[in-house]
Structure formats: C-alpha cells, structure tokens
C-alpha cells in the first residue's frame, strides 16, 4: 500500500522484524493498522512525500538517546548477555552435558514438538478463522473477533485455569486431559491462537478479488479458487504468524504451570524445566536451556523478518 | 459483495473458539461463584491476597510510567531522527517480545542477584536488594512490557508527519512546547491504547516474576502467582475469584483498546 513513499521516515519501523506480522505479545498491532490503510494511502503519500529528511540529533536529543540506550542495556541487554555469559562459563562439554541429561532432552523435545504441532493448527484454523471473520457475514462476527484478542490480554496462569476449569478433573464435559500432553497442546493453541489469524485477517481484507471472480466465470470451483489463487497471496502472511505462533509456544510457561502438572519426562516443557534447574540453584543450567530457547526464538525472527521481505515483494 | 462462505467452514470455526476460548473464560466467573458469594469476600477479606494485588498494582503502575517514558522518547528518536545505529536499535527495543517470560526472570536475577550478581552485588553492598524484592518485580515487569506503548507510538509519529511540528516550530516554539502542544495531542490515541496494552501485560506476567520474586507469600507475591498457589492448595473458589478479577482488568483493557480502534477506523474511513 504505502510502500513506496514510506522512504525515509519508515526505516525504523519496517527494518524492526515483527512490524508487519505480530509481536511477541503479540498483538499485531501495526497489521490492524492496515485495514484502514487503504484509506489513507493517498493523504499519506501527500503529506510523507515532500517531507525532509530527519535532522540529525541535537545536543538534548542526543543525551536522551544516551539515556535510552543506558536504560535498555541496564534492563534488557546486560541481563541477556549474561544468560549467555553463564551458559557459556561451562564450555561446550557443559552445554552439550546439560542438552542431554535426559530429563532435559525430553522436556525440550516436548516443547519443539508441541510447538509445531499447535503451529500447523494454527496455520490451518488461524486461517480458517481469518477467512471467516472477513469473507463471511452473519450476526455475532464482531463478537468472535473480540474472542480472539482474549488469548492476548488474558494473564496466562488465568488461560490454564480457565481451561482447567472445562477440560480439568471437574469438567462439566466430563473430559479430564489434565496432566497429559494433550493440556499441553490445549494450552499452547489457547495462547498462540491469535497471531495467524491477526497477520492473516488485513492481508485477506486488502487482497484484490478481480482475479478471484475471474477464475469464477472460468469455472474454477470455489475450493479450486481458494488454492489456486488465495492461498498463494496469503502464504507469507500465514508463514509469518506461524513463525510468531512456533516462537510463543516454546517460549511459553504460565498457562501450562497449572494443567501441565509438569510430570518429569512427560508433560514437562523446556521453561517449567529451566525454572526447575533455577530453584534448584543450577543457574548455569538453567542458563544452557535459556541460551537454546533464545537462539530458537532468534532464528524465528530472522526467518520471519525473511518472510516479510517476501510478502512485501508481493503486497 | 461477500459471498456466503460455507456454512460448515463457519460451523467449525465457532466450534473452535467457544471450545478454545469463549466457554472456559465464561468458567472463570461462574467457578469464582460456584458456591456463592461468601467465598468470594473472605477471598478479598483475605490479607495475604490484598498484598499481592498491592503488589501487582505497584509493579504495574511502575512498568506503565517507565515504559511510556521510555517508549515515548525513543519512538521520537527513532522516527524524528537519524543517528548511526537507528536500524540497530529499533531491533533491540523489540527483543523483549521474543524472550521467553522464565528467560526473563533469569536474566535479571543473574544481574541483579545479591550474592554474585554483576550488578546486584555492588547494590547489595549499598543496602539495595533488587531480587526477592519489589524492584526485581518491577524490573522483571518492565522488560516484558517495553516494547508495547513504542510500538503503538512509531506509527502514528509516521502518520502525522512534521509539517504541525516545523510550523510551531519556526513560530517560535521550543522543543518542549512544541511537544506538549503539538505531538502530544497527535499521538494521544496512540498513546492510550500503548499504555492499556501495557498494563494489561504486566498485570497478568507470571513466569519472570516467579523467578525474580522468590514467590516469599504476603512479601513478594504477586496477585497471578497467588492464583497458582490457591488453586495448589485447593482453594478452588479463591483460585477463581482472584483470575476473574485479573480476567476483568484483561477484558476491560480489550474493550478499551476495540473502542479505540472503532474510533480510529470511523474517522479515517
């Protein structure tokens, strides 16, 4: 849409790898942004297109700046590093000792596994709810489209509560998964459920329906249509929130601490496992399993920041 | 123009989200009353309780203040600015989004920790003590929400451009005025719906305040980590009275943020 002017203003915020899809949150808040973009194009176009160029930094802005970055290196960036550091300290025999200890290698195991497998949930259902919420028209759409923010907003103890209380020892369904990694893959789709339908949803709602009514009056059936001609448009969309989907679900502890029950080498996941080495005063280990989620969580942005690269060239 | 997509694809979707989502929300409320309201106010009667809403209320508020601060000034720079590094920047602010809550809280504790700490040993020296205490809280709070209100800012500084700005500017305004005046009023929305985001997140965190807060019950306990250990000790009822408050504060943040959004969309469109 408005790419081709957002020249110079914009650096900051398309190189920053989440913009187009979702956050970590994540709310996908500069994709809501663009359903009313369309709008908006040419007033921006007017406005952005002769501005000059930012000026470089005055003495105040500067001191600001170095504020900024003391405040961001004292809260976020010392600390990471010294997660890395420690996990580090041990050598490569360490890190390679603490990867295998067998109780370890499970709960990551676990992890990887229940993080993809709620992935291509997410990548199927997430679209299927995108498609729904802007292709389809009956009463009460707006309400599911206010349900799928409450897996953001939602404090994730809460989340395992919650479905703890349906799909938990006192189910009025009369189903008790508790304990058993089906609650794991329960909790993760709760949690993850909002990024593909949020990257999907403004690329559905922007994307041009000529070609569609096209394939149409060629005779193309409406399943024909859909994979022929959608699902390509919509594929770096749906790659992006998969990819937000997958780094959430490893990452993820809050909402399985309850409905879990963390059984060792079962329904234990990489971050009840990590925390379980910091109670019991293994920092260095908890540090090697944090060093590994992080790197996991990093190629996750690098591919997404990949995907979006590609779904520009296509928007 | 919208075509009636199939009846079964809208069948399954919903099936999908009142399973997934709708109908366990909804128990959080009938399960905080499930044996009337009695439970519910020795819930809140409860000191132990009251602490760590106190608590949540505290680390939130502060992750709100130093979040804003922070996002709003460095939103400013990264839009209005150009200085080496900019890129660099603008993917760091992000980073907190993709770390992982228990990471978190690892990470501040191994900095700020009192016995071997980098930094947490020089402050303990001075009579400072960040972990198990409420500056670990809030720190460990802070660094999961960062990135929220400067992400909702970025855009709309983008949006409005600097025309307002350099014409108050060149009539004699000062930085600050020109601020108040002009850009604080541009990003206002922006700003609201950055700050509800925000309070939202560090009201419900767990993982890193688990880690950093020792879990030390009516000292360090925040209001999410006494609905874990209610529901450890089998005060089913008190469990789900203090997730339905914090459900509330979610879904009144939600509502917020979509009464915002509707704004928005009525006047561009």
């Known amino acids: ?315 | 123009m919208a075509r009636r997509g199939p009846v079964v694809l809208r069948a399954v979707v919903i099936a999908y989200l009142v399973l997934l989502v709708a109908w366990p929300v909804s128990l959080v409320f009938t399960g905080a009353f499930a044996n009337g309201l009695a439970p519910v106010l020795d819930t809140f009667r409860d000191p132990l309780v009251l602490n760590a809403l106190r608590l949540t209320a505290i680390a939130a508020g502060w992750a709100v203040v130093l979040n804003t601060v922070f996002g709003v000034g460095v939103a400013l720079l990264l839009v209005r600015r150009t200085f080496p590094g900019r890129r660099l920047l603008a993917a760091l602010v992000d980073l907190p989004l993709a770390v992982s809550p228990v990471v978190v809280g690892l990470a501040i504790a191994l900095v700020y920790g009192a016995r071997s700490g980098w930094l947490g040993v020089p402050l303990a020296n001075v009579g400072l003590d960040i972990i198990y205490s409420t500056p670990g809280i809030v720190l460990a709070t802070t660094f999961i929400a960062l990135p929220l209100v400067i992400r909702e800012i970025i855009p709309v500084l983008e949006e409005v451009g600097t025309e307002q700005e350099q014409a108050a500017r060149s009539l004699g305004a000062g930085p600050w005025t020109t601020f108040r005046r002009i850009t604080l009023p541009a990003i206002r929305w922006g700003l609201v719906y950055g700050v509800v985001l925000c309070l939202a997140r560090a009201v419900g965190e767990f993982g890193a305040v688990k880690v950093v807060s020792g879990n030390l019950i009516g000292r360090t306990q925040t209001a999410t980590l006494t609905v874990e250990e209610l529901y450890m000790n089998f005060d089913r009822e008190g469990a789900f009275a203090v997730a339905a408050t914090l459900a509330s504060v979610s879904i009144i943040a939600i509502a917020i943020v979509g009464l915002l959004r509707a704004r928005t969309e009525r006047r561009t469109s």
């Open chain 1, 1 to 315: 849409m408005t790419t081709p002017v957002r020249d110079d203003a914009a650096v900051a915020s398309s190189s920053r790898p989440g913009v187009a899809g979702g956050d970590g949150v994540g709310r996908p808040v500069t994709s809501r942004r663009r359903r009313g973009g369309g709008a908006r194009g040419s007033h921006a176009s007017s406005s952005r297109g002769v501005a000059p160029a930012a000026p470089p930094l005055s003495l105040g802005a500067g001191l600001g700046l170095g504020l900024a970055v003391l405040w961001l290196s004292l809260l976020v960036l010392l600390p990471l590093a010294a997660v890395i550091a420690t996990a580090a300290a041990g050598g490569w025999d360490g890190v390679v000792r603490v990867l295998t200890q067998p109780q370890t290698a499970a709960a990551i195991r676990l992890t990887l596994e229940q993080a993809a497998l709620v992935t291509v949930i997410n990548a199927v259902m997430g679209t299927a709810i995108a498609w729904v919420l802007v292709r389809d028209r009956f009463p009460g759409r707006r309400v599911l489209d206010v349900v799928i923010d409450v897996p953001f907003a939602l404090p994730t103890v809460v989340a395992g509560l919650v479905l703890l209380a349906l799909y938990g020892p006192q189910s009025p369904l009369g189903v008790d998964i508790a304990n058993t990694k089906v609650a794991v893959t329960f909790a993760l789709a709760f949690v993850t459920l909002p990024f593909v339908v949020r990257t999907v949803q403004p690329v559905l709602e922007t994307l041009d329906r000529s070609a569609e009514d096209a394939a149409r009056s060629l005779g193309a059936s409406g399943w024909t249509v859909f994979r022929r001609i959608v699902l390509p448009a919509l594929a770096p969309a749906i790659a992006a929130g998969a990819a937000l989907s997958f780094a959430r679900g490893v990452a993820e502890y809050g909402s399985l601490v309850l409905i879990s029950g963390n059984l060792a080498m079962r329904t234990e996941v990489a971050s009840v496992r990590m925390l379980g080495y910091i109670e019991g005063g293994d920092m260095a280990a908890a540090a090697v399993v944090a060093t590994f989620l992080l790197a996991i969580s990093l190629a996750v942005t690098l591919a997404l920041g990949l995907f979006n690269r590609v779904g520009g060239r296509r928007g």
